[in-house]
């Protein structure tokens, strides 16, 4: 089945604790993205990747760190969490390089709270 | 900037009829328009696409139209269920971007 896998689904944590939440896609897309959802505010990118060790910043990267090291996964980097960054993250991936009449397939989500 | 709007206060129709979802925007120039559903704690679910130069699109029960000239995507349910409800999102795109800026959504409750 086609997917994009999210790890963890949920998780409470401390300022300044660093944190990983890891994304992987079992459709070989070169295109994956990771965004931010918060109320009010809409779906927001925070960083994309159009291939392996090819990453650029959204509209939304101040302290967040990507990686690209395969091509099915894309990382999300928290070095040093703030409470600001207490929000509902997607990870998405699409096929057709940079095309925008591909749609994106996005995971169930990672609901972070940092205390 | 660019900005896109959709109707942040809720669609409450009845079953059976039609539900028709704005989707306006300005200062932008969009090469493709599309349509994603999600549901609560699931992550967004693509279901159309409209390039610039087509007027309508159509799936099932589902048709958009997308006008350049008033800035606007029209997003329709037709014979609506309540299994339809949920937040419907569109996305732009220009030619070549990377980079889609989503609307905040607009829910729809469809009631029995």
């Known amino acids: 089945e086609a997917q994009v896998t999210q790890n963890p689904r949920y998780l409470i944590t401390v300022t300044g604790k660093k944190l990983t939440v890891t994304c992987s896609q079992n459709?070989?897309?070169?295109?994956m993205s990771w965004y931010r959802q918060d109320p009010g505010l809409g779906l927001r990118q925070i960083y994309y990747?159009?291939?392996?060790?090819?990453?650029d910043k959204g509209d939304v990267p101040e302290g967040y760190k990507v990686s690209r090291k395969e091509k099915r996964n894309f990382p999300l980097i928290l070095e040093s969490p703030s409470p600001n960054q207490t929000s509902l993250y997607f990870c998405?991936?699409?096929?057709?390089?940079?095309?925008?009449?591909?749609?994106?397939?996005f995971g169930d989500g990672t609901r972070l709270s940092i205390l | 900037s660019q900005k896109i709007e959709q109707n942040s206060e809720a669609l409450n129709i009845q079953e059976g009829k039609t539900a028709t979802l704005t989707c306006n925007y300005t200062n932008y120039s969009p090469a493709y328009l599309q349509w994603y559903r999600q549901d609560p704690g699931r992550g967004p679910v693509f279901l159309l696409l409209?390039?610039?130069?087509?007027k309508e699109k159509r799936k099932e029960r589902l048709k958009v139209t997308f006008d350049t000239t008033l800035k606007q995507s029209l997003f329709h349910i037709t014979a609506s269920q309540p299994a339809d409800s949920a937040t419907y999102l569109c996305?732009?795109?220009?030619?070549?971007?990377?980079?889609?800026?989503f609307g905040r959504g607009t829910s729809l409750i469809v009631h029995p």
């Open positions: 990747s159009m291939n392996v060790e090819v990453t």
């Open positions: 409209i390039r610039e130069n087509e």
């Open positions: 459709m070989n897309h070169e295109y």
């Open positions: 998405a991936s699409r096929g057709g390089g940079g095309a925008g009449n591909q749609p994106q397939h």
């Open positions: 996305a732009l795109l220009s030619g070549g971007s990377y980079i889609p800026t």
